[in-house]
């Protein structure tokens, strides 16, 4: 029986990874080297919560939602659906009423062919008003998207946020599905236990449930 190999789908965090403009840049640099301790490298790390793969706690839009170690982790472990809405500019109950979504509790969505994740793209896909509704109707609770947000990069009112979380949603940002066909998969997406933080990197990843 052929091995169903764990599918990296993490942007890996590196000192030339693109972030949200104006957002603290992920930098990784050794503080103190073997050779100046005598037994061991040890490194350290800047970074925004939000850079690369991650998930949002309701916090980091709405003062009275739950911070990252609030959250339940079983959201984030289990059977996951990708389904691939690559072209689309906005995806809402439009655009996803065309899939079998029957029984699915996280949902996957690829949504380009692949970008350069040094930079910050200047165009990605953004989420309809619409789309709380639509996925609660359907029993799924955590949403996920190749784009870096699920509102646009100027948006002031964070509707696709607040739609999502006012339905019981969660959100999970930034991965990698360029290389992952559609289909069904267990998915590990653990956020960081950082307490009092509206969200946190995660390494995500899928294996084949068959």
């Known amino acids: 029986m052929e091995e169903r190999k764990w599918i990296d ?3 890996p965090l590196t000192n030339d990874i693109g972030v949200w403009p104006g957002d603290t ?3 990784f640099r050794l503080s103190f080297t073997k050779e100046q301790t005598g ?3 040890i490194g350290q790390f800047t970074t925004s919560v939000h850079t690369g793969t991650h998930v949002d706690a309701p916090y980091h839009f709405d003062e009275h939602g739950k911070k990252v170690h609030e959250l339940d982790l ?4 289990g059977r996951a659906r990708v389904v691939d809405v690559t072209g689309c500019e906005m995806v809402g109950k439009e655009e996803l009423e065309r899939f079998d979504l029957e ?3 996280r949902l996957l969505l690829k949504t380009t062919d692949g970008r350069d994740l040094n930079r910050f793209p200047e165009k990605y896909t953004v989420f309809r008003e619409n789309i709380g509704p639509f996925l609660k109707e359907k029993g799924i609770r955590l949403i996920g998207t190749e784009s870096p947000s699920v509102d646009a990069v100027d948006s002031k009112t964070m509707d696709a946020h607040h739609s999502l979380n006012d339905n019981g949603v969660f959100i999970l940002e930034n991965i990698v599905l360029s290389d992952v066909e559609p289909s069904d998969y267990e998915l590990i997406a653990l956020p960081l236990s950082i307490e009092g933080a509206d969200g946190s990197p995660v390494r995500a990843v899928l294996r084949p449930i068959s």
Do not use: H, K
């Not at 079983?74 to 472990?77: A, K, P, S």
């Open 9 to 11: 789908i993490s942007q």
């Open 25 to 27: 840049p992920f930098a």
């Open 39 to 41: 037994s061991v490298n």
């Open 74 to 77: 079983n959201l984030y472990v």
């Open 103 to 105: 029984g699915v509790d």
